[in-house]
């Protein structure tokens, strides 16, 4: 009886260690490399800070220091594509005319093989991060708390044609009506997207060019000045609460005095020197 007793006990025992095995990896998950990355970024090497991530980011565990690493890694990839190292790389591959096939570049390719998502805008002969940890970020843990922040950047844009603008423009109201009380930083940039969309549309309608202004035309003058007019008191709307929650520092100063400075001129009936839909 005693040896039964015994091995039931070195049984449950055992059983118990494997247990809390199995919880360290959902639960715990190598916090220093959370803690090393933010070493590394305050020594100001963001591109090492977002290597030390690599072992959460790539892990089949899903885990809390998972979905925190995703979020930080979106920050330091979005940091890192603009940064000088890279802008270097393009250079040396415009002198070598091989912009062919940008994405080899290994730094890319790993960062991508991670899900970060970069692609290559031949348009602005620059790298684009397109908010891959982020979608993952969604996708694996659609509960957490930096989703609602996270699903403002996966708006996808829709430039050039009155389509595309259309689903841009009602995934942004959906996003603000869904997000209204929030106090995101991201609902008062989507408020300015808003705006910048149908100020676009007034413009493109109000001051017609043979160009750009066509496909959004209904082909009736006064019919095209009615919907102008709606997208005047949109935009003014919109303007005006990007103003009042930008205030706060959710915007640098520079685009809170342009935000206001295109207020104050639409008011006025006054074009601006852009339109926000228009990408060439």
């Not at 959460?56 to 890694?73: F, G, P, V, Y």
């Not at 005319?97 to 970069?118: D, H, T």
Request: hydrophobic letters at 40%.
């Amino acid at each position: 009886m005693e040896v039964q007793k015994m091995v039931k006990n070195i049984f449950l025992i055992t059983f118990f260690l494997g247990f809390l095995m199995c919880l360290v990896p959902a639960f715990g998950q190598t916090p220093d490399l959370l803690e090393k990355s933010e070493a590394l970024m305050t020594q100001g090497d963001f591109y090492q800070a977002l290597l030390a991530l690599e072992p959460l980011l790539t892990a089949d565990q899903k885990s809390r220091n998972q979905e925190q690493a995703l979020w930080l890694a979106n920050a330091l990839c979005e940091t890192v594509i603009r940064d000088g190292e890279f802008t270097k790389e393009l250079e040396e591959l415009r002198r070598r005319r091989s912009l062919e096939e940008p994405l080899k570049q290994k730094r890319i390719v790993m960062l991508n093989e991670w899900g970060a998502g970069i692609g290559y805008n031949p348009l602005g002969g620059i790298y684009d991060y397109r908010y891959g940890f982020l979608k993952r970020l969604v996708e694996l843990y659609p509960d957490s708390r930096w989703r609602p922040a996270a699903e403002y950047y996966l708006i996808k844009k829709g430039y050039n044609k009155p389509e595309r603008v259309e689903k841009w423009l009602n995934e942004l109201y959906s996003y603000v009506d869904e997000n209204a009380r929030s106090g995101l930083g991201e609902l008062y940039s989507a408020y300015l997207d808003i705006a910048h969309l149908n100020d676009s549309l007034w413009q493109l309608l109000t001051y017609p060019d043979e160009v750009y202004s066509v496909p959004f035309s209904s082909g009736d003058p006064e019919l095209d000045k009615e919907k102008a007019a709606q997208y005047k008191v949109e935009a003014l709307k919109y303007y005006a609460k990007a103003i009042i929650g930008g205030y706060g520092g959710r915007f640098g100063y520079p685009q809170w005095f342009d935000t206001r400075n295109r207020f104050q001129k639409l008011q006025q009936d006054k074009k601006a020197n852009r339109v926000w839909i228009i990408y060439d």
